[in-house]
């Protein structure tokens, strides 16, 4: 597939083919690309959480590739309901594999996860690797109250303006949009009238202990097999990644290198765009030998 397309302000919406499922996918084309980035999202958001970042680097002279999950925006929702982290790497196994090339993964929480994994295990080749806010160990406070957000609203909301501040009460921090119209690309109008988030209800599970050890157990294990130039970015404000947890990866990956988000929490591509992507400029730079700008 072409992705050296000319440069619009508008992305390219693509299909791809997943592993058994059609993922939805926005090409933001440079002319002349230094090479193909993939931006992969959290659990429970969707690819318009990158649009900004996309813009920034296909300017800079990257082609950026988002695509939806498995289960989440206008991706395909798993028949079996498998949205295990074989599932996900099966599907970043597959869109690499139909563009040709070997991409800079990006990935934020979720996708960081998978990114890691695939990666570590070898099941994807990649030009290097970004992971936002994601370690092995990560914390269990935050983990509990990511889970307690997306569970909280079974019923849906009324309206967005409802939803704002459901979105608000989690992240006290953030500043506030002026409107609520952006909630429209992660949320969905049900045949109830009523405003869902814009994934499949079974994506959210609740692993148990043993479950938690065993992720723990095979991230660590990618990590330390991980070879391709990684920055590793926390939100300081982190309550899902500690200091510790991100030390540990750094020393962990060979050459790794980190930066913190200050104001920032785990959702920090949505807390602090121009920190997180000048300092991913400055990293890509460094891979295409300095031609690219930096901010």
């Known amino acids: 597939m072409d992705h050296g397309t000319p440069a619009t302000d508008l992305p390219r919406t693509l299909k791809i083919q997943g592993d058994g499922v059609q993922l939805a996918a926005d090409l933001y084309a440079a002319d002349r690309p230094h090479g193909l980035v993939m931006l992969l999202h959290g659990g429970g958001q ?5 649009r900004a970042t996309a813009r920034r680097l296909r300017d800079a002279g990257w082609s950026a590739l988002l695509y939806d999950a498995r289960g989440h925006g206008d991706s395909d929702w798993a028949v ?3 949205y295990s982290i ?13 563009f040709g090339v070997a991409p800079v993964l990006i990935g934020a929480s979720m996708g960081g996860m998978t990114s890691m994994v695939a990666v570590g295990e070898g099941q994807v080749p990649a030009q290097a690797l970004v992971l936002v806010d994601i370690t092995p160990r990560m914390e269990t406070a935050g983990l509990a109250r990511i889970t307690a957000f997306m569970s909280a609203a079974p019923e849906g909301f009324a309206t967005l303006e409802e939803a704002a501040e459901s979105v608000a009460a989690y992240n006290p921090h953030r500043r506030q949009p002026a409107t609520v119209d952006g909630l429209r690309r992660n949320l969905r ?6 405003w869902h988030w814009h994934w499949d209800p079974a994506f959210l599970t609740i692993g148990d202990e043993p479950t938690r050890a065993a992720r723990f157990d095979r991230l660590a294990r990618a990590a330390g097999r991980i070879r391709v130039p990684a920055l590793v970015v926390r939100g300081e404000q982190s309550d899902v990644v500690s200091e510790e947890g991100v ?19 785990h ?3 949505g807390d602090d765009n121009d920190v997180f992507t000048r300092e991913l400029l400055g990293f ?3 891979l295409s030998g300095g031609t690219g700008p930096r901010r």
């Open 189 to 194: 109008l049900g045949d109830d009238g009523r």
């Open 80 to 82: 079996d309901r498998d």
């Open 86 to 98: 074989d599932a996900l790497t099966a599907d970043l196994r597959a869109a690499t594999r139909e």
């Open 284 to 286: 890509l730079a460094d």
């Open 46 to 50: 969707t690819r318009h959480s990158w």
């Open 247 to 265: 030390a540990e990866l750094v020393r962990t990956i060979p050459g790794a290198r980190r930066v913190d988000v200050p104001g920032a929490g």
């Open 267 to 269: 959702m920090l591509v």
